[in-house]
């Protein structure tokens, strides 16, 4: 069965930092571009970060640069997000998706497996 699964969301004070976890199962994260996208509240899903496995490429929105960094742990089949300096309007629910290409990076409508979200909450 082909699986993503969220984890390391939570509460945390503005400035704070966490480390959100998304891990694979049934295929090899390391043939796959994968994104971190994000909803908050009331708004319109959004890509957050993106990182190709496969040529080690990123991009990031312009309200992650400088502060949240995808990375991959291709031995865990794991991707991560961690992110710093955090603010209140960070809070949302944090998706990861996987799309098939060697390429390729991440555009919402062209992610082939989701993860169910993992909530991030900032505030005092």
């Known amino acids: 069965q082909l699986q993503l699964v969220e984890s390391g969301g939570g509460l945390v004070q503005p400035g704070g930092s966490l480390r959100l976890s998304c891990a694979a199962s049934?295929?090899?994260?390391?043939?796959?571009?994968i994104g971190w996208f994000r909803q908050a509240p009331g708004k319109e899903r959004e890509g957050v970060a993106c990182?190709?496995?496969?040529?080690?490429?990123?991009n990031y929105a312009d309200s992650a640069k400088g502060r949240l960094t995808i990375s991959t742990d291709n031995a865990k089949n794991t991707v991560y997000l961690q992110m710093n300096s955090l603010k209140p309007e960070d809070t949302a629910v944090y998706y990861c998706?996987?799309?098939?290409?060697?390429?390729?990076?991440?555009?919402?409508?062209?992610?082939?497996?989701w993860g169910n979200g993992t909530l991030v909450t900032v505030s005092s």
């Open positions: 990182i190709n496995s496969f040529t080690e490429m990123t």
């Open positions: 049934g295929f090899r994260l390391s043939y796959y571009a």
């Open positions: 998706a996987a799309r098939g290409s060697l390429q390729a990076m991440c555009t919402m409508e062209d992610m082939d497996y």
